[in-house]
């Protein structure tokens, strides 16, 4: 007997053993088909991945999103980046256990379906903030196969990410009305701010808005989107997270009155950026956000001063490693009237007189002359080139030092003959500095001395940022990823302090107040430009931390009455150096210069090598007053037709001529006109429209004249 039980009782083992093998098996297939199900149908993850492009500072500070490819204006948020209180009534509010389900939730479901078979319908819903999120990465009819699908997703969903991953989505991808997506998108346009600083009312506001994005939207619904709201902060007092004097006070808050437009800081470098890289998602720039906004607020104010059409760009750089951190195309990217669109830091410009600097430094650094040198301004002949001064006076003798503070044209295009245009040219192409040549221009020339050359204003700030650091250029940075490019020597050290030297002793524009306390004063090095025709204003200048470019004129290239950079550009430079953060330590007492390096000569012209004291142009340059020919007038062409009308008003007609012997007398329609006899440009006001005739005659009886067509 007790054999016969020992088999049983093995027997019993045996088949106990068998079924346990037997349930391991049904455990591992349902594990495998689970495992290949999620593999053939992994959570749809696709609307994660067409999401706005964010533009950042170096901060991480949002500068300006782009709507999704869609329209949507959908912004990527984890929860880290949203206020915790927010989290905390969101989860109060949807989904109570959200934390300690995995993905369904078993008590709301039982829930559901007791209030549905008592009462036939459904009372209240059991969907989890997963399942909800399922929805918004998935979305299908409200159905019961729809529902199930969304349990075993949200299962799945669990499964792949955490709490905070799959809250995250759902904070990305909610609806809030239009195309507003995501609780970041949200708070920008209803609040004007980053979700990580919301009030209660605020956050209510935003935790009632996914449940009928389009009924309580607070832009077309306001009583609608105030009483969602205030239902969102009555539960919250009763859950306890609001007491009975927080919820009378936030609960009489009033609702967002409008929509509010995107953030639009640093537009035209955010747009640069976007369009040189679509397919990433975040761009973090050097831009500093704090200065960024300084700069564009500057722009605005002294935007007002100026006419219709006009516009200002400024570009600020930090100078040790060549960082955008300002960025200002234009005074406004929307602003089509002043052709905002248009980015002009890479607009290309004449620049005027501002590569005088370049050409005064490499002649120093070719021993031609010493800023004491001698040099002389008189009329010169160059082939067929006659340059003069833009006061069209001569001013005899004058150190290089002075011909270049002076901003004298004769002396630089002197130096240029000497130098080459060529070979400036090259300077300035290692440096990534392409001149843009006249469209009739085979090679370089001696007018690029004069502006008769295209470059940008980011050309510019390249340029002067080098003088900043001893003659060695880089190219700029924008982006916090762009590594520093490679350094090139435009300039010997010599050179960019006897430049520097010199530019600091500038003196500072008009109506420009020096501060009591000398210790504070900023003191920059700087030179201005103005182009033909006052076209371009121009204002450069740099310490030892910072160079800022700014420009002044009209994107359109049309003619600006009397505008230069002196007077127009030059305020604005220093305005802007106001907005950088004061030097501090000896920095602060010390000029841009500093300390003379090695083998600078400190001197009087006397004191200098006598191959330094004087410099001789070449012998071809020198011409008499008998070579100067009769005048040619250049604007207006003759035959040309003038739009001058402006809506209501008529526009003055600028007038130029070059050759002749001064003084000039200008006549139209035979009558005598009231100008500067000393100068070559003049203004006239029509005072009708039609045919007209413009004539000047110089000092010699010679005359040049052209009929026009002003409509």
């Not at 001696?446 to 050309?459: E, R």
Request: net charge neutral; charged share 20%.
């Amino acid at each position: 007997m007790k054999r016969e039980g020992d088999r049983i009782q093995r027997g019993a083992g045996g088949s106990r053993r068998r079924r346990l093998a037997l349930a391991l098996l049904l455990l591992g297939i349902a594990l495998a088909a689970v495992a290949g199900l999620d593999r053939l149908f992994p959570p749809e993850l696709g609307r994660l991945r067409n999401l706005s492009v964010l533009v950042e500072d170096s901060n991480g500070q949002l500068l300006r999103p782009f709507a999704a490819a869609d329209g949507a204006w959908r912004l990527p948020v984890t929860v880290q980046a949203v206020d915790p209180r927010f989290l905390q009534m969101l989860v109060a509010y949807e989904d109570r256990r959200f934390h300690w389900h995995a993905g369904v939730d078993p008590l709301a479901v039982l829930r559901a379906a007791w209030q549905w078979a008592r009462t036939g319908s459904v009372v209240s819903g059991a969907s989890t903030l997963t399942m909800q999120t399922v929805r918004l990465l998935e979305p299908r009819p409200r159905t019961l196969q729809s529902k199930l699908i969304e349990m075993l997703r949200a299962v799945q969903l669990e499964a792949h990410f955490s709490k905070s991953e799959i809250l995250g989505i759902y904070l990305t991808l909610a609806p809030y009305g239009g195309n507003l997506e995501g609780v970041r998108a949200a708070s920008l346009f209803y609040f004007g701010k980053e979700p990580l600083h919301l009030t209660d009312a605020e956050a209510a506001m935003l935790v009632a808005l996914p449940q009928s994005p389009e009924r309580v939207r607070p832009d077309r619904n306001p009583v609608a989107a105030r009483e969602a709201r205030n239902h969102v902060l009555a539960r919250m007092e009763d859950a306890g997270l609001l007491d009975a004097a927080a919820f009378a006070e936030t609960s009489g808050e009033p609702v967002p009155p409008g929509r509010r437009e995107a953030p639009m800081v640093a537009a035209h470098l955010a747009d640069r950026l976007r369009r040189a890289d679509p397919a990433t998602a975040a761009i973090r720039t050097t831009i500093e956000a704090s200065l960024q906004r300084g700069l564009e607020a500057l722009v605005a104010r002294r935007q007002s001063e100026l006419e219709n059409g006009a516009t200002i760009a400024i570009l600020a750089v930090h100078n040790s490693d060549r960082t955008v951190r300002g960025y200002v195309g234009s005074t406004g990217i929307l602003d089509s009237g002043r052709y905002g669109p248009i980015d002009m830091v890479t607009a290309v410009r004449s620049p005027g007189s501002t590569l005088k600097p370049f050409i005064y430094g490499l002649a120093f650094d070719g021993l031609f002359i010493h800023p004491e040198t001698i040099m002389v301004d008189r009329p010169m002949r160059f082939g067929d080139y006659a340059p003069r001064n833009f006061d069209n006076r001569f001013h005899g003798e004058v150190t290089a030092r002075e011909a270049l503070q002076m901003s004298l044209n004769l002396p630089a295009v002197a130096l240029l003959d000497r130098i080459g245009p060529l070979e400036l040219a090259r300077r300035f192409g290692l440096s990534g500095v392409a001149l843009r040549l006249p469209a009739a221009a085979e090679q370089p020339g001696l007018p690029i001395a004069l502006g008769g050359v295209g470059v940008t204003l980011q050309d510019l700030v390249t340029l002067y940022a080098g003088l900043a650091n001893g003659g060695v250029t880089m190219p700029l940075r924008f982006r916090a990823d762009q590594e520093a490019g490679d350094s090139q020597v435009l300039m010997s050290p010599l050179a960019a302090w006897y430049v520097t030297h010199i530019l600091e002793d500038m003196p500072p524009p008009p109506n420009r107040l020096i501060a009591s306390d000398g210790r504070r004063q900023r003191q920059i090095a700087y030179k201005t430009g103005t182009s033909y025709g006052f076209r371009d204003a121009w204002a450069i200048g740099y310490d030892r931390d910072w160079t800022i470019g700014v420009w002044v004129g009209r994107p359109d290239g049309s003619f600006s009455p009397g505008r230069m950079g002196r007077d127009a550009a030059a305020p604005l430079l220093y305005e802007a150096f106001d907005l950088l953060p004061p030097p501090t330590g000896a920095a602060a007492l010390m000029k841009p210069s500093g300390a003379a390096p090695v083998g600078a000569i400190l001197a009087s012209n006397s004191e200098l090598p006598p191959a330094l004291r004087r410099f001789q142009p070449a012998a071809s340059a020198w011409r008499s007053p008998s070579a100067v020919q009769g005048p040619n007038l250049t604007f207006p062409q003759d035959g040309a037709v003038v739009e001058l009308r402006s809506g209501d008003r008529i526009e003055s007609l600028p007038l130029e001529v070059t050759g002749g012997e001064l003084p000039l007398i200008w006549l139209v329609n035979g009558r005598p006109l009231s100008t500067q006899p000393w100068r070559r440009q003049a203004e006239w006001l029509p005072d009708g429209l039609g045919e007209t005739r413009i004539t000047v005659i110089d000092k010699a009886g010679r005359s040049a004249s052209a009929e026009i067509w002003i409509q």
